[in-house]
């Protein structure tokens, strides 16, 4: 199984920016898939989490109204829609597979781990 996540950039303050995460090995409509970013000098942090086989999700109250977890079945795509970014944003972001049914905000419970995404927002 490998997760790979792409689309990150320097962007300024205020701009939009989709992340992308493809899969090759696992259907990741079959898979609960999760969002987590990691600031420099920080612990990795939970952003965003989409339900197996739905799309139910939530996402963290830092990035509540401003990101959007998705997924595109057809392309067998995960996506996050970041927009109004902030420079708090800066982090790298990573994509995560688990297999349990529910919705998860701990790292704990994901199995599979993309390589990262850099994303600088700018003041």
């Known amino acids: 199984v490998q997760l790979q996540a792409f689309g990150g950039g320097l962007v300024q303050a205020g701009d939009s920016l989709r992340l992308s995460c493809t899969a090759s090995?696992?259907?990741?409509?079959?898979?609960?898939m999760g969002w987590f970013r990691q600031a420099p000098g920080k612990e990795r942090e939970f952003v965003a989490t989409?339900?197996?086989?739905?799309?139910?999700?939530i996402h963290s109250p830092s990035v509540q109204d401003r990101f959007t977890i998705s997924r595109d079945n057809a392309k067998n795509t995960l996506y996050l829609q970041m927009n109004s970014l902030k420079p708090e944003d800066t982090a790298v972001y990573y994509c995560?597979?688990?297999?349990?049914?529910?919705?998860?905000?701990?790292?704990?419970?994901?199995?599979?781990w993309g390589q990262g995404t850099q994303v600088t927002v700018s003041s």
């Open positions: 995560a597979s688990t297999d349990r049914a529910g919705l998860y905000v701990t790292e704990d419970y994901y199995s599979y």
């Open positions: 090995g696992i259907t990741l409509n079959n898979y609960g």
């Open positions: 989409i339900m197996r086989h739905s799309t139910t999700s």
